[in-house]
Every structure is written in structure tokens, then in C-alpha cells.
């Protein structure tokens, strides 16, 4: 959709804003908006500014992982409609306006609007438009050494456009529906890849335990986990599979942005998949002092035992160029075991499910050494784990190119999105006649 530009502009004189329709005028917050200090009301629920922009009661969202409300001190009252922002979470795209009534710490900037003429919404869209392009932090930056708050000291001398309340309500109901079915066909997409993972799933923990010949005699497996396997199979534990089970050094690497080699975090695999491109690098002697037990080696196999992501493995491309971060751990096959199939096996929830038992109810997941050492697997002979192998690379290479493509399409999206809030709030667009004719 594509929108005209207003006749007329004017420099505003601000980097970030640019050039803005002629008849706009400009302020700064603290001329458009008051600092409250309410007192709260012991009935008052907790009111967060979350980063998508939502301020809600907490409740209304999540509760995980907040400090007790109980133990905080120093509330403040939020009225629905006022403008809220998170001093250490504002660069992240946390400000907004409360749709609740309830309280919050004093590390949020309550705001409320000094006129009537004056949309809170607008200037939450304005100033989360300021916060992801960078200018919060970079203001910030030059504020203090503490580049990750934005306090009202701060915000209230940000100098922002004025248009018209017209606009304002107009820029507003433009970008709450064009972005409802923006984030309507994300969430759509987001849905497909869901589903695109469990078929790649399916695939990988039919083949891994049950074989590729459909017609094939089968046996209890003794197991709960596996169910039946071929008759012909065995079943193993992991310790009988690997010739090395090596734990990460229980350190903190030490980083540096120009190293030649990479620290491997539980972030940077996913379901099988290494992303190297986005690992943190380190100097030889830090790689050398984290190799000290076991060098990591061309198709070794990396393990996250612990965290939101534990679980995962991924084979290593090439050796001499890694080294296991906090939280991994690595495996190496023995001479009966093909690495790919051992490394698709440790990714299927036959083997999730057993280190489970060691997570149920953590805060943060955490497995035991022991526990994945004994893991039970599915043991075809060598030439069919081979087999195996090479039918699930082909299968799930169609799959993994789907996924790729439905993820970029969901990049396209935000981008379009992005750009579109960004010249709305700026002036760069005129949607006054869009908005009144639809």
C-alpha cells in the first residue's frame, strides 16, 4: 500500500526526525506531557511496559521470572491512557500506553498529557519509533557511561514534531490497523513454521526409531521413550555410543570481538543446525585454555544441557575452529556409530523426554552429566544408521528450505512494518485522506 507525500516540508533540524510537513510544529516532551507521582492504591495489580510496546497489567501477560512485587518498594500509580516508559527496557521498544490501572517501581517514567490536544498513542508510537531505530541509546551514550536507561530527565527534553490532533488521531488509527493485519499475517506465518518443525520432527524421530523399511519385523524396545524398534536393532546407551563425553569448562569465555575462533552458547544451535555467524569469537590463548580437556573436532557433536534451550544438538563443520561456551557440552562417536544419525537421535523428543525428569519444575533447566550419559538409543547396524542419515538430510533439506523462506517473508513483514510506523509518525507519509476515507 502506498501512501502520498504532504506538499510541503520544513527541516526540523533533528537527525532522527528529518524533514517534517510544513505546518507541523515542534516541542519538547516535557511541554506536552507531566512526570505523575501518584500514590498507589493497595488494590493495585503490577503494571508492566513489555517490549512489543503493550503496558499491561502483569498478570494479563506472564508472571515468570519478576521479582516478588512484595519485596519492591517506592510504587508509583499508573491511570490507563498514560504514557509509560521503562528506564532500563526504553531501547528495547519498551514505552507505551497502560490499557490498565494499577502500579509500577519508580524505574518507570509515568507520563500524562498536559493538553487536549495531545494522543498519548501517538507519542508512544513516536517514541518506540526513536527507541529501535538506536536514538534512545545513542542519547543515552552521551548522557552517562550506562547506555541502557531512559529516564524522564532525559525524555522530557527530546524535541518531537506536533502535528495536528486530527493527525495524531488519524497517524494512530492508521498504524493500529494496518499493523493489526501485518502482525495478523506474521503470527499466520509464525503458525506454518510450527508446523513445518513438527513434520521436520516426525521425519527425523520415525527414521531414528523406526527404521525406513515400513514392512520390518519389530520388537519392544523395553523402553517407554522408543516404543517398538526392529527386530534386527539394538538398544544402547549413550556412553556405549561415544568414544569422548566432554563438559564444558564451568567459566565464562573470554570475549574478544576480533578472534579467530568461536565459543559455542546454547543460542547458537537449533534442532540439529550450527549458526557460527552469530557465535562470539575468542583469542588463541582462550581457545586454547577451553580445548585443555578435548580439542572440538569435524563432526563432533555439541550438546545444550542447560537453559531454555537445552536439548539441542548440532554436528561441528570442521575442527580446530571451536571451542564449547557455558552450558555445552560435546560428544564424539565411536567406531560403531555413525555421528549424523547419533546427532539427528539426540535431537528427537524419544530423547528429550529423558532428560526431562531431570528439569521437571526447575526454574532453569538444567540436565545432569550422568542422566545424558545414559540416555537409551535406537541402534540400527552402522550402514543403515548411514542409511538413515542420508534419507533424513534429504527429506528435511525440503523442509528447512521452506522454513528459511517463510522466515524471510516474516523479516519482509516486520521491515514493511517498521517502515511504515516510522514515516507515518515522522510526517513522511500524508494519511489524513487515507484514514478519512476508509
Same mark, same amino acid.
Given at each position: 500500500?502506498?501512501?502520498?507525500?504532504?506538499?510541503?516540508?520544513?527541516?526540523?533540524?533533528?537527525?532522527?526526525?528529518?524533514?517534517?510537513?510544513?505546518?507541523?510544529?515542534?516541542?519538547?516532551?516535557?511541554?506536552?506531557?507531566? !512526570?505523575?507521582? =501518584?500514590?498507589?492504591?493497595?488494590? #493495585?495489580?503490577? +503494571?508492566?511496559?513489555? /517490549?512489543?510496546?503493550?503496558?499491561? %497489567?502483569?498478570?494479563?501477560?506472564?508472571?515468570?521470572?519478576?521479582?516478588?512485587?512484595?519485596?519492591?518498594?517506592?510504587?508509583?500509580?499508573?491511570?490507563?491512557?498514560?504514557?509509560?516508559?521503562?528506564?532500563?527496557?526504553?531501547?528495547?521498544?519498551?514505552?507505551?500506553?497502560?490499557?490498565?490501572?494499577?502500579?509500577?517501581?519508580?524505574?518507570?517514567?509515568?507520563?500524562?498529557?498536559?493538553?487536549?490536544?495531545?494522543?498519548?498513542?501517538?507519542?508512544?508510537?513516536?517514541?518506540?519509533?526513536?527507541?529501535?531505530?538506536?536514538?534512545?541509546?545513542?542519547?543515552?551514550?552521551?548522557?552517562?557511561?550506562?547506555?541502557?536507561?531512559?529516564?524522564?530527565?532525559?525524555?522530557?527534553?527530546?524535541?518531537?514534531?506536533?502535528?495536528?490532533?486530527?493527525?495524531?488521531?488519524?497517524?494512530?488509527? !492508521?498504524?493500529? =490497523?494496518?499493523?493489526?493485519?501485518? #502482525?495478523?499475517? +506474521?503470527?499466520?506465518? /509464525?503458525?506454518?513454521?510450527?508446523? %513445518?518443525?513438527?513434520?521436520?520432527?516426525?521425519?527425523?524421530?520415525?527414521?531414528?526409531?523406526?527404521?525406513?523399511?515400513?514392512?520390518?519385523?519389530?520388537?519392544?524396545?523395553?523402553?517407554?521413550?522408543?516404543?517398538?524398534?526392529?527386530?534386527?536393532?539394538?538398544?544402547?546407551?549413550?556412553?556405549?555410543?561415544?568414544?569422548?563425553?566432554?563438559?564444558?569448562?564451568?567459566?565464562?569465555?573470554?570475549?574478544?570481538?576480533?578472534?579467530?575462533?568461536?565459543?559455542?552458547?546454547?543460542?547458537?544451535?537449533?534442532?540439529?543446525?550450527?549458526?557460527?555467524?552469530?557465535?562470539?569469537?575468542?583469542?588463541?590463548?582462550?581457545?586454547?585454555?577451553?580445548?585443555?580437556?578435548?580439542?572440538?573436532?569435524?563432526?563432533?557433536?555439541?550438546?545444550?544441557?542447560?537453559?531454555?534451550?537445552?536439548?539441542?544438538?548440532?554436528?561441528?563443520?570442521?575442527?580446530?575452529?571451536?571451542?564449547?561456551?557455558?552450558?555445552?557440552?560435546?560428544?564424539?562417536?565411536?567406531?560403531?556409530?555413525?555421528?549424523?544419525?547419533?546427532?539427528?537421535?539426540?535431537?528427537?523428543?524419544?530423547?528429550?523426554?529423558?532428560?526431562?525428569?531431570?528439569?521437571?519444575?526447575?526454574?532453569?533447566?538444567?540436565?545432569?552429566?550422568?542422566?545424558?550419559?545414559?540416555?537409551?538409543?535406537?541402534?540400527?547396524?552402522?550402514?543403515?544408521?548411514?542409511?538413515?542419515?542420508?534419507?533424513?538430510?534429504?527429506?528435511?533439506?525440503?523442509?528447512?528450505?521452506?522454513?528459511?523462506?517463510?522466515?524471510?517473508?516474516?523479516?519482509?513483514?516486520?521491515?514493511?512494518?517498521?517502515?511504515?510506523?516510522?514515516?507515518?509518525?515522522?510526517?513522511?507519509?500524508?494519511?489524513?485522506?487515507?484514514?478519512?476515507?476508509?
Amino acid at each position: 500500500m502506498s501512501f502520498p507525500r504532504y506538499h510541503k516540508y520544513k527541516k526540523s533540524g533533528v537527525p532522527w526526525i528529518g524533514d517534517i510537513p510544513e505546518h507541523w510544529e515542534q516541542t519538547r516532551l516535557k511541554n506536552l506531557f507531566n !512526570l505523575m507521582k =501518584r500514590a498507589p492504591e493497595e488494590a #493495585d495489580e503490577i +503494571v508492566t511496559a513489555f /517490549r512489543d510496546g503493550e503496558v499491561t %497489567l502483569r498478570l494479563n501477560r506472564r508472571v515468570d521470572g519478576f521479582t516478588n512485587a512484595i519485596q519492591e518498594h517506592g510504587y508509583q500509580r499508573i491511570l490507563q491512557g498514560d504514557l509509560v516508559i521503562h528506564a532500563m527496557d526504553a531501547f528495547a521498544g519498551a514505552i507505551g500506553v497502560s490499557d490498565s490501572v494499577g502500579k509500577s517501581t519508580p524505574v518507570y517514567s509515568v507520563c500524562a498529557p498536559k493538553r487536549t490536544n495531545v494522543n498519548a498513542h501517538y507519542y508512544g508510537r513516536l517514541l518506540r519509533h526513536m527507541a529501535l531505530s538506536g536514538y534512545i541509546n545513542s542519547l543515552a551514550k552521551g548522557i552517562r557511561e550506562r547506555s541502557t536507561e531512559f529516564r524522564w530527565n532525559e525524555a522530557s527534553n527530546v524535541l518531537v514534531p506536533v502535528p495536528t490532533l486530527d493527525e495524531q488521531n488519524q497517524i494512530t488509527a !492508521l498504524l493500529e =490497523r494496518e499493523t493489526s493485519k501485518i #502482525d495478523a499475517l +506474521v503470527a499466520e506465518q /509464525r503458525r506454518l513454521i510450527e508446523l %513445518l518443525k513438527e513434520k521436520r520432527q516426525a521425519v527425523i524421530s520415525h527414521a531414528v526409531t523406526k527404521g525406513l523399511n515400513p514392512n520390518a519385523p519389530m520388537k519392544p524396545s523395553g523402553i517407554q521413550w522408543l516404543g517398538d524398534v526392529p527386530e534386527h536393532w539394538d538398544v544402547s546407551r549413550l556412553k556405549h555410543a561415544t568414544s569422548h563425553i566432554v563438559d564444558c569448562p564451568h567459566e565464562t569465555p573470554t570475549i574478544n570481538d576480533d578472534g579467530e575462533f568461536f565459543s559455542i552458547r546454547t543460542s547458537d544451535l537449533d534442532d540439529g543446525n550450527l549458526y557460527p555467524d552469530q557465535m562470539r569469537r575468542v583469542d588463541r590463548s582462550e581457545y586454547l585454555h577451553r580445548i585443555r580437556r578435548e580439542p572440538v573436532l569435524c563432526d563432533d557433536i555439541v550438546y545444550s544441557r542447560e537453559g531454555g534451550r537445552w536439548g539441542h544438538a548440532a554436528l561441528v563443520p570442521e575442527s580446530d575452529r571451536f571451542c564449547l561456551g557455558q552450558r555445552m557440552m560435546q560428544f564424539r562417536a565411536n567406531a560403531a556409530f555413525n555421528p549424523r544419525y547419533l546427532m539427528l537421535h539426540l535431537n528427537t523428543k524419544n530423547v528429550y523426554r529423558q532428560g526431562e525428569v531431570d528439569t521437571v519444575g526447575a526454574a532453569s533447566p538444567h540436565v545432569n552429566v550422568e542422566t545424558i550419559r545414559n540416555y537409551r538409543l535406537a541402534t540400527p547396524p552402522k550402514e543403515e544408521q548411514e542409511q538413515i542419515a542420508e534419507f533424513v538430510h534429504s527429506r528435511t533439506e525440503t523442509l528447512d528450505r521452506l522454513i528459511t523462506e517463510v522466515q524471510r517473508g516474516i523479516e519482509l513483514l516486520l521491515e514493511r512494518r517498521t517502515a511504515l510506523i516510522s514515516a507515518a509518525v515522522t510526517g513522511k507519509i500524508d494519511v489524513r485522506n487515507f484514514v478519512e476515507s476508509n
